[in-house]
């Protein structure tokens, strides 16, 4: 055998092993997408769900999908039902992403869980498994087994009784933050010879009153993408909002002055520098029409006897 083989065989042998970590390193950073296509999230026993996972921009990948509940596995598929659902079904399922490669078989990050609640009652109130926003409109259903025609249905808040009427949907206008709470509904019925009644057990609501959150300013002196004489300055902020979500203005300054224009972009490269700077995040608030400001500040000092390299910043 010839040295110039055996070179040609370790070459290979270090593109697999290269590949290998390049590739592993990337597959693992991708989140599959578990979601409920048929159903509800909470649900009588004896209703069924279907869930279905996926890997999103990976439409073409020949991908298998395993699905958990808790740290249980459940089977191999893209889509799981839960036929006749029994209470003891209930739980936090998520799904895993695998795909087979001439190297081996990858696996994805779990996904983010879905919490199915199988009840063995007669009532349900049906809440928004999201948080609310302050001004928006909550629907509340009362839901019965069997769907009989009901004559009166109560919402109640914390104790206090809300509303009386005779259908199963409530509606709470005008949501403020006093809103949240725990909400359950007692619905009543006529049967052949008395009246039905029965109570949902509680499902808890929650409102947020800031739109846009407090931004943080996080500065970054040795970003390997760009110039050593530059360093980057990232404005975090989070929005809490429907779609179509709005998009959000961000301003960056420095001692007082403006580091440029308005920018949808959360970040922005600025030569190296000691002084003050902050951010400001600005979005149309989904309430009324008007311009929601969060500013942040933060004190970032240059160590002038230090290379750019090793250069100090106190926060």
Request: proline content about 6%; aromatic content about 10%; hydrophobic content about 35%.
């Amino acid at each position: 055998m010839n040295n110039g083989y055996l070179l040609f065989q370790l070459f290979q042998h270090y593109l697999n092993w290269l590949s290998y970590k390049v590739f592993s390193k990337y597959i693992s950073l991708w989140l599959p997408v578990a979601e409920l296509v048929k159903g509800l999230p909470w649900i009588f026993s004896g209703e069924s769900v279907r869930l279905k996972c996926s890997v999103p921009g990976n439409v073409s990948a020949e991908w298998r999908y395993r699905w958990f509940r808790g740290g249980e596995q459940l089977q191999e598929s893209e889509y799981f039902v839960l036929w006749k659902a029994r209470p003891q079904q209930s739980g936090k399922y998520y799904c895993q992403g695998l795909r087979t490669t001439w190297i081996n078989t990858q696996h994805t990050l779990h996904s983010l869980p879905i919490e199915i609640e199988v009840d063995g009652g007669w009532a349900i109130l049906q809440a928004p498994p999201l948080p609310m926003l302050v001004g928006e409109t909550m629907t509340l259903t009362c839901r019965v087994r069997n769907n009989p025609k009901l004559t009166e249905v109560i919402l109640y808040k914390d104790g206090v009784e809300l509303q009386i009427q005779r259908g199963p949907e409530l509606r709470v206008t005008n949501l403020t933050l006093q809103h949240h709470g725990s909400y359950w509904c007692r619905a009543s019925w006529d049967g052949r010879r008395e009246t039905n009644s029965v109570i949902s057990v509680a499902a808890p609501v929650s409102i947020i009153g800031e739109v846009l959150t407090e931004p943080m300013l996080e500065i970054v002196p040795n970003d390997p993408l760009i110039h050593k004489d530059r360093m980057l300055l990232v404005c975090h902020v989070q929005l809490n909002a429907r779609q179509p979500v709005p998009h959000i203005h961000y301003y960056f300054y420095q001692d007082g002055l403006s580091l440029g224009p308005a920018s949808s972009q959360d970040k922005i490269t600025v030569l190296r520098d000691s002084g003050q700077y902050w951010c400001k995040a600005s979005v149309p608030t989904l309430v009324v029409n008007e311009t929601m400001n969060c500013i942040c500040t933060v004190d970032c000092k240059l160590n002038p006897n230090k290379s750019s390299q090793s250069q100090t910043f106190t926060y």
